[in-house]
């Protein structure tokens, strides 16, 4: 190992030292610079006492390359520029004496003054107006390390690179760059004194004293933003704590007490406050992944026994993503309620011990103390966050499905297909309840391509339902999650900023009159054709089914309240067989309607058509209420998921503002359509509700069979050569795919042969009354 990494340091120092000579008039690149110092003092570490002389010459070469950027440095940053010189000194001491700890701190001094200069170079640069120094010196710089629960930003190099293009003053970039480079420096603080413990409970004295320089150097970095919170005293003070921790482990002496003080110091410190929009996504975050912790540990423990690892690791993660949001968010919670804030932390800690013991097997505890100790945590997490915090964004929601779906490919490389197929359906659950209701009002074109890849896919991409259910490879799982997670990194970025009062309220108001539309027509044409003579009768069994759908509707958002995200999980199966049985009554319906209400007044046989209706009339009310039932309660199903999802992005009464404008509009749509139906004459009328009867069965057949596609009960083959935009599928059920459009078009003849149909046995009936008239009466033929 040690001889390819000298291999690799000396290519880059050839590189290094060669590319000047061709090229006198450039100047080395910072970055590259700052990388080549790192990669040559860490292999001197490694190899200074094999051999000593090598060292020796190695630093003398960082200690020449650290020369180009010198002048730079210490034009900006004079300090920093001094404390790498002093660290290079304090090297070539270690060198010297042999001692592998003192070069360890001298090495961290060196890069922690790099780093220090590359930041205030950037600032510095950027308050001269000179955006293009900035962009250079913006490479000397660390990121911080993605997890599960955060991801690098790219705030700073965005805000820079438009600086540099002067699409915003170069003024304006300083705030991106001070809230990027001081949060990724603050992580890797903690970081920092997390990998100190590590090293000292494992005795390793070279990484124990590397680690506390290192903190040290990162303080040194975030120093004049604690003392614009906290004062130059208290600066000067955290300077000390951080001075006496790099010496003691410099010694080899006890940690406990300056490392204790240290952290007192860091104690509700954060350099860069999160933004009021981080603030609610770390909160959403917190949030969404407790509420899955007893979720998954009742998942894997029965009779006292853990009976499925994976799902305890899961829970432990879930916990682990709260814990880190939490963090986050200590700061500002301390200055809220002190007290109940280390309440909450408290719990945090029981909660995480007592799945701890689950996944080593030392103690597990019972699924109901899981659920009962994460209640409590969020009964009390309720009262202390901001009621704006608690409003859950659609940030938050991706972050969460994202770790789910992590999860399931967790599970999918341990062969436990189950439980991936578990995680996918959480995964989906909370896309459905969350994002995707704001998709559907403002970013409709990726709602079908998400669906597509979380369920059966569409052309050849497969989807992740038909993998797993086939047990397929983890490559090819993972090449479609990698699909998937490029689709909702495009809705994320669509939906940001969507959550205002007034969208809000617009897409309640979308939702309701999306949803209502349909089950009115349905509704007011059946209803305007049962208006006269004896028909009248068949609109009390529409009005049963209606108000029972109703109640079934208000009863789903009670029920709602409490298990949304397990409703969720099944939100299409169920919205396909209440499609199935709407649509099979409504062909019931419209075969009645054409046969028996378009036709049978002007039937000669009077009595026998009354005998016939009587014959039949239990099992035409029994049609007719389940007609109504499921025409309203298709609808209002997904409408309350819809709805209970936007509570959560905003307040109640916005949202109920949003749902009265909604069926404002489907009551105006409704009257027009009755207001209509009276004024025509009685056979246009019926013409009218034909048409419309046969158009709501189109758009129902086409909803539904789109549906039928996304859960894979139905096959998809695409129509390439078609392409409609998203609206048509919106709101007339139409989609490029030849099971949709066939349906469909064998509905239309199914309508449309029903009414030809009538029009012949209407003809017929004529004629065999006309005969019979004729045969009883020869005279009058005569």
């Known amino acids: 190992m040690c001889s390819s990494m000298r291999f690799a340091i000396a290519f880059l120092l050839i590189f290094f030292f060669l590319t000047p000579s061709a090229a006198p008039a450039q100047s080395p690149a910072p970055g590259r610079t700052a990388e080549l110092i790192r990669a040559v003092l860490v292999q001197i570490q490694l190899q200074m006492r094999d051999d000593p002389a090598g060292a020796r010459a190695r630093l003398a070469e960082a200690h020449d390359a650290y020369a180009s950027m010198s002048p730079t440095i210490a034009r900006y940053a004079p300090d920093a520029d001094a404390r790498a010189r002093a660290g290079f000194t304090d090297a070539e001491q270690a060198l010297t004496t042999g001692d592998a700890p003192a070069f360890a701190v001298a090495r961290s001094h060196i890069w922690m003054a790099i780093l220090a200069g590359g930041y205030d170079v950037v600032v510095g640069s950027l308050r001269?107006?000179?955006?293009?120094?900035?962009?250079?010196?913006?490479?000397?710089?660390?990121?911080?390390?993605?997890?599960?629960?955060?991801?690098?930003?790219?705030?700073?190099?965005?805000?820079?690179?438009?600086?540099?293009?002067?699409?915003i003053p170069a003024a304006d970039a300083i705030p991106a760059v001070q809230a990027d480079l001081l949060d990724t420096y603050q992580a890797r603080l903690n970081e920092a004194l997390q990998t100190l413990s590590a090293a000292d409970q494992r005795g390793f004295a070279s990484r124990r004293a590397e680690a506390a320089a290192l903190a040290e150097?990162?303080?040194?970095?975030?120093?004049?933003?604690?003392?614009?919170?906290?004062?130059?005293?208290?600066?000067?003070a955290a300077r000390t704590a951080f001075a006496r921790l790099r010496q003691a482990a410099q010694a080899g002496d006890d940690l406990a007490v300056p490392l204790d003080a240290v952290q007192q110091a860091l104690r509700g410190f954060r350099a860069a406050p999160l933004s009021p929009a981080e603030q609610k996504r770390r909160t959403g975050q917190m949030l969404r992944f407790?509420?899955?912790?007893?979720?998954?540990?009742?998942?894997?423990?029965?009779?006292?026994?853990?009976?499925?690892?994976?799902?305890i690791r899961e829970a432990i993660t879930f916990h682990a993503g709260a814990f880190a949001a939490f963090t986050d968010l200590r700061d500002l919670l301390e200055q809220r309620d002190a007290a109940l804030t280390e309440r909450v932390a408290g719990q945090f800690g029981a909660l995480g011990?007592?799945?701890?013991?689950?996944?080593?097997?030392?103690?597990?505890?019972?699924?109901?103390?899981?659920?009962t100790s994460t209640t409590a945590l969020l009964t009390d997490l309720a009262t202390l966050l901001p009621q704006e915090w608690q409003k859950q964004d659609s940030g938050a929601d991706f972050d969460v499905i994202r770790t789910a779906l992590d999860q399931m490919e967790q599970a999918?490389?341990?062969?436990?297909?189950?439980?991936?197929?578990?995680?996918?359906?959480?995964?989906?659950?909370?896309?459905?309840?969350?994002?995707?209701?704001?998709?559907?009002?403002?970013?409709?074109?990726?709602?079908?391509?998400?669906?597509?890849?979380?369920?059966?896919?569409?052309?050849?991409?497969?989807?992740?339902?038909?993998?797993?259910?086939r047990r397929a490879a983890p490559a090819e799982i993972a090449a479609t999650r990698a699909a998937l997670d490029q689709?909702?990194?495009?809705?994320?970025?669509?939906?940001?900023?969507?959550?205002?009062?007034?969208?809000?309220?617009?897409?309640?108001?979308?939702?309701?009159?999306?949803?209502?539309?349909?089950?009115?027509?349905?509704?007011?044409?059946?209803?305007?054709?049962?208006?006269?003579?004896?028909?009248?009768?068949?609109?009390?069994?529409?009005?049963?089914?209606?108000?029972?759908?109703?109640?079934?509707?208000?009863?789903?958002?009670?029920?709602?309240?409490?298990?949304?995200?397990?409703?969720?999980?099944?939100?299409?199966?169920?919205?396909?067989?209440?499609?199935?049985?709407?649509?099979?009554?409504?062909?019931?319906?419209?075969?009645?309607?054409?046969?028996?209400?378009?036709?049978?007044?002007?039937?000669?046989s009077f009595h026998q058509q009354k005998k016939r209706i009587l014959s039949g009339q239990a099992g035409q009310w029994l049609g007719l209420i389940t007609l109504g039932f499921a025409s309203i309660y298709r609808e209002g199903f997904e409408t309350v998921l819809f709805l209970q999802a936007l509570t959560l992005e905003g307040d109640m009464t916005v949202v109920f503002a949003g749902v009265a404008i909604g069926l404002l509009l489907t009551l105006l749509v409704g009257l027009a359509v009755f207001v209509m139906q009276a004024k025509l004459p009685h056979k246009k009328m019926l013409i009218v509700t034909g048409v419309l009867i046969g158009a709501v069965l189109l758009q129902m057949v086409g909803n539904t069979?789109?549906?039928?596609?996304?859960?894979?009960?139905?096959p998809i083959?695409?129509?390439?050569?078609?392409?409609?935009?998203?609206?048509?599928?919106?709101?007339?059920?139409?989609?490029?795919?030849?099971?949709?459009?066939?349906?469909?078009?064998?509905?239309?003849?199914?309508?449309?042969?029903?009414?030809?149909?009538?029009?012949?046995?209407?003809?017929?009936?004529?004629?065999?009354?006309?005969?019979a008239s004729a045969a009883s009466n020869p005279v009058r033929k005569a």
């Open 128 to 167: 001269a107006e000179d955006a293009r120094t900035a962009q250079q010196w913006l490479a000397v710089r660390e990121f911080r390390h993605a997890t599960r629960f955060s991801r690098p930003n790219a705030d700073a190099a965005r805000a820079v690179h438009d600086a540099a293009t002067q699409a």
């Open 217 to 236: 150097g990162y303080f040194a970095i975030l120093a004049p933003v604690y003392a614009e919170q906290r004062g130059n005293a208290a600066a000067d």
């Open 290 to 311: 407790l509420q899955l912790v007893p979720i998954e540990y009742e998942r894997g423990v029965r009779n006292g026994q853990v009976t499925i690892d994976l799902e």
């Open 353 to 371: 011990a007592m799945l701890a013991n689950a996944g080593n097997r030392s103690a597990v505890a019972d699924p109901e103390a899981v659920r």
């Open 412 to 469: 999918v490389r341990a062969g436990e297909y189950e439980l991936a197929e578990s995680a996918r359906l959480e995964a989906y659950a909370i896309m459905e309840i969350g994002p995707e209701v704001k998709l559907i009002a403002f970013a409709p074109q990726y709602k079908p391509v998400i669906e597509g890849y979380f369920w059966y896919g569409q052309g050849e991409r497969k989807g992740l339902a038909y993998l797993i259910e």
């Open 487 to 604: 689709a909702l990194a495009e809705a994320e970025q669509a939906l940001a900023g969507k959550n205002a009062p007034g969208a809000i309220a617009t897409n309640a108001a979308v939702i309701v009159f999306r949803e209502g539309l349909e089950a009115v027509l349905i509704l007011a044409s059946l209803m305007g054709s049962l208006k006269v003579g004896a028909q009248r009768r068949f609109r009390t069994p529409l009005w049963i089914g209606t108000a029972l759908a109703l109640g079934a509707t208000v009863a789903t958002w009670v029920l709602a309240q409490g298990a949304l995200m397990a409703m969720a999980r099944f939100g299409e199966t169920l919205e396909a067989i209440v499609s199935l049985i709407a649509i099979a009554v409504l062909l019931l319906i419209t075969n009645w309607f054409f046969h028996d209400v378009y036709w049978k007044d002007w039937m000669a």
């Open 705 to 714: 069979v789109n549906v039928l596609q996304v859960i894979g009960w139905l």
């Open 717 to 771: 083959h695409p129509i390439r050569w078609l392409e409609l935009p998203y609206w048509t599928g919106f709101w007339f059920g139409l989609y490029p795919t030849w099971e949709g459009i066939g349906f469909q078009a064998a509905a239309a003849i199914f309508v449309i042969g029903s009414y030809y149909l009538a029009e012949y046995m209407q003809r017929r009936e004529r004629r065999m009354a006309l005969a």
